[in-house]
């Protein structure tokens, strides 16, 4: 496992309060979850100040997936 996905699994444990277990690649943030859309912004707020990175606005809609994050992550350290 990465770096990233595991630093992205604690913050969404801390920030969801889901079991780490629980959390996969796959993932859907809110169906599988359970993460509304405010807990979604608290997550991206979250990941943007750990990696010191800006996800767009219109790029929050796309991101669906603990998969969507980390490769949203990856791409921004390139």
Do not use: Y
Request: net charge negative.
């Amino acid at each position: 496992m990465s770096a990233i996905f595991e630093k992205v699994k604690e913050i969404l444990v801390d920030q969801l309060g889901v079991e780490i277990a629980d959390i996969k690649m796959e993932s859907n943030i809110q169906e599988d979850l359970g993460a509304d859309s405010i807990a979604v912004m608290e997550v991206v707020v979250e990941i943007e100040t750990e990696f010191g990175m800006e996800v767009p606005e219109e790029e929050l809609l796309q991101i669906k997936t603990v998969g969507d994050i980390v490769t949203r992550v990856e791409n921004s350290q390139k």
